[in-house]
């Protein structure tokens, strides 16, 4: 009995985070089946080297107990994700002080509340959606509403997979610029 | 009043197997959609996606989890540097008797040479490594699919079915692949023509050894970055292997691939691999080394690899080989595991693109 995990799995990540600060180092395994697999992700697209993708998630979990002790962390995922994307553009700096990095290569956190996008009704989301540029209304209209996938949008619309993406990202944030701006019709 | 039905918020929660099969490019239209649409909403998400589609991340992802720091003893935790150390040795010793009974490395990827290893990235040394543990792992019945080319024609047929020739292992799937017209009697990149639906942004291309190869400046904006040339370099004295030259020579990206993809040519697979994957370590994003190491790989037998590299050529930005991408990537699959290649097949079929014929005469014969 006394190897059981004693932390409650469904616990949100600042409650595990709050564990952790007050020493409790069983939460950090949670925080690992949660988050590990991620990161390593994210340490890929930077470091594009599975070896140092890996020691920078473990050095990251290593030191997880001292950062948010050190830290105020109001959201845990956001902040994760922070952490280890500067650790990767430190690793990729160290190795070449030279390389300068493209600020498009640093996808920035969306800052807007999506609440807009999900209280809008169908009515005040059509409107919306008719305003968009046309490359961004088609791909909003086949992704969200007919459902179809990345590449079926792709294929559907004759757009390069990675324009169909910055399509939906863009129009996401439009309608939902869009849908402040007006407020709630009902 | 909100909509019933939003269509912004997921109906099904993300589960780590599900990404993972996403990744690998293993799910079904409406089940890539439901993983898009999380994606949508997190940035963490998208990033982590877009580093586990690289090669050999989503294999990495079973030793990252052998660290997982233990719950509820911190003593365990501490072990991790032990068990780490242990498994260094372990692996030495190993890679050290493997060295000395695989005399294809001496002659493949120099990675005793300091000059190229401050250029070669650790992970490629080690792949390669791991490459011909696996290729010499492999049933020697399997080596005809390699070599069967070679020997078939004074002319290479190049992108036949890999059972065009020499004896195959006693398989059920590879004799029904056998028993189909799957041979493709012209390169894909020479006169596929261009019927899938999706229309493609006319790219410069250029033709090595009659290989489609996407022009560098398409790529890099440039003529190509000048790459180290792997290997041994010419000049080093056989006797003293220890003196290495001070300068090592560079190539133009297009004559380095013309000696990868010459070595492919001549059905020379392994030598291409060494060289397509010292590409790949500097630039995992290059479709032509994508493409061409995963072709390799499937013409060798290493068929989840090949899976891998063929995946990520066909889900490239640079979508010039994305057909036969996933052409290959499906008979890669039907070798692998016959019953899990048949959505691939299903989906060429109703591309109606340059494989849809014989994808459709390979699922009628199964």
Excluded at chain 2, 210 to 225: N, Q, S
Excluded at chain 2, 337 to 355: N, T
């Amino acid at each position: 009995m006394f190897l059981r995990n004693k932390t409650a799995p469904n616990l949100t990540d600042e409650e595990l985070v709050a564990r952790l600060r007050a020493g409790d180092r069983s939460s950090l395994g949670v925080l690992w089946d949660r988050y590990a697999h991620l990161l390593f992700g994210v340490a890929m697209k930077y470091l594009k080297d599975v070896e140092a993708g890996k020691d920078a998630v473990m050095g990251l979990f290593a030191e997880l107990p001292a950062l948010i002790g050190k830290h105020e962390v109001k959201r845990f995922r956001p902040w994760l994700h922070a952490v280890m994307r500067n650790r990767c553009l430190m690793v990729l700096r160290k190795a070449d002080p030279l390389v300068r990095m493209d600020p498009a290569l640093i996808e920035q956190e969306d800052q807007g509340g999506e609440a807009a996008l999900h209280e809008a009704s169908l009515q005040e989301l059509e409107a919306a959606i008719a305003q968009l540029p046309e490359g961004q209304e088609a791909c909003i209209r086949l992704f969200y509403l007919e459902r179809n996938s990345y590449q079926q949008v792709a294929e559907r619309t004759g757009y390069p997979l990675e324009q169909v993406r910055s399509h939906l990202q863009n129009g996401r944030r439009n309608l939902r610029i869009s849908l402040e701006r007006h407020g709630p019709q009902h | 009043m909100a909509h019933s039905t939003d269509p912004f918020t997921p109906s099904t929660p993300l589960s780590r197997e599900l990404l993972e099969r996403y990744a690998q490019g293993r799910l079904t239209d409406g089940e890539r959609h439901a993983v898009e649409l999380h994606l949508e909403s997190d940035p963490l998400l998208r990033e982590a996606v877009e580093g586990l589609q690289q090669p050999g991340a989503v294999a990495a992802l079973g030793h990252l989890n052998a660290q997982r720091p233990a719950q509820g003893l911190n003593w365990k935790w501490g072990i991790v540097p032990v068990v780490l150390l242990i498994g260094a040795v372990v692996t030495f010793f190993t890679l050290q008797k493997h060295e000395s009974t695989t005399p294809i490395r001496k002659s493949s990827v120099a990675v005793q040479d300091p000059n190229f290893a401050q250029t070669m990235p650790a992970a490629v040394e080690s792949t390669l490594l791991v490459v011909h543990a696996e290729i010499d792992a492999l049933p020697t019945k399997a080596v005809p699919e390699a070599t069967g080319h070679q020997a078939a024609s004074s002319v290479p047929e190049r992108f036949h079915g890999p059972s065009s020739g020499g004896t195959r292992p006693e398989r059920e799937t590879i004799e029904r692949i056998d028993a189909q017209p799957v041979t493709v009697a012209r390169d894909p990149g020479v006169a596929a023509p261009r019927e899938a639906q999706a229309p493609r942004p006319s790219r410069h291309l250029v033709f090595l050894h009659d290989l489609k190869v996407v022009h560098p400046e398409e790529l890099y904006g440039t003529a190509g970055p000048r790459l180290r040339s792997p290997g041994v370099p010419a000049n080093v004295d056989p006797s003293r292997p220890e003196v290495v030259p001070s300068a090592r020579p560079t190539q133009p990206y297009l004559d380095f691939l013309d000696v990868a993809l010459g070595a492919l040519a001549k059905g020379n697979d392994r030598t291409a691999l060494d060289d397509l994957y010292f590409l790949l370590g500097q630039y995992p994003d290059d479709v032509n080394a994508q493409f061409y190491a995963g072709l390799a790989c499937y013409r060798l037998g290493l068929y989840p690899r090949g899976i891998r590299l063929l995946h990520a050529a066909a889900s490239n930005s640079v979508d010039s080989f994305r057909e036969e991408s996933l052409w290959y990537e499906a008979l890669a699959t039907v070798r692998q595991d016959g019953k899990a290649a048949r959505p691939a097949l299903e989906r060429i079929v109703s591309g109606g693109g340059f494989y849809a014929a014989q994808a459709k005469a390979l699922l009628e014969a199964r």
